[in-house]
């Protein structure tokens, strides 16, 4: 059992000291309070990742609503010598 980077026996000992400090009337109380705490932080972080999630469907949708709108227009690639010979002019002897 590893629980953030602590084993097994680290955990034992974390509970010792606890009751040792806090007594045992008040540590299920603490436990109670860093565990709602715990929870509240995991729904936070659930919410923020749903409203990332839909805001960047929406975006997508956005985008992808914007591309089927507006007509793509490629122009083939001109090559270094026809730009050359273009801006040139001319001459007929």
């Known amino acids: 059992m590893n629980i ?3 084993g097994l026996p680290e955990m034992a000992v974390i ?3 606890a009751l040792l ?5 008040k540590l299920p109380e603490i436990g109670r309070s860093v ?11 659930k919410d923020f990742q749903n409203e990332f999630q839909k805001e960047a469907e929406q975006l997508e949708e956005v985008v992808k609503t914007t591309a089927e709108l507006e ?6 690639a001109k090559s270094e010598q026809d730009t050359a010979s273009s801006s040139q002019p001319s001459s007929s002897l």
Do not use: L
């Not at 565990?35 to 972080?45: L, N, V």
């Not at 007509?71 to 083939?76: D, E, F, G, R, V």
């Open 71 to 76: 007509p793509k227009q490629i122009y083939p």
């Open 4 to 6: 953030f980077g602590i």
């Open 21 to 25: 400090i806090f007594g045992p009337k």
């Open 15 to 17: 509970m010792v000291v």
């Open 35 to 45: 565990g709602k705490t715990i929870r509240s932080f995991q729904e936070a972080s």
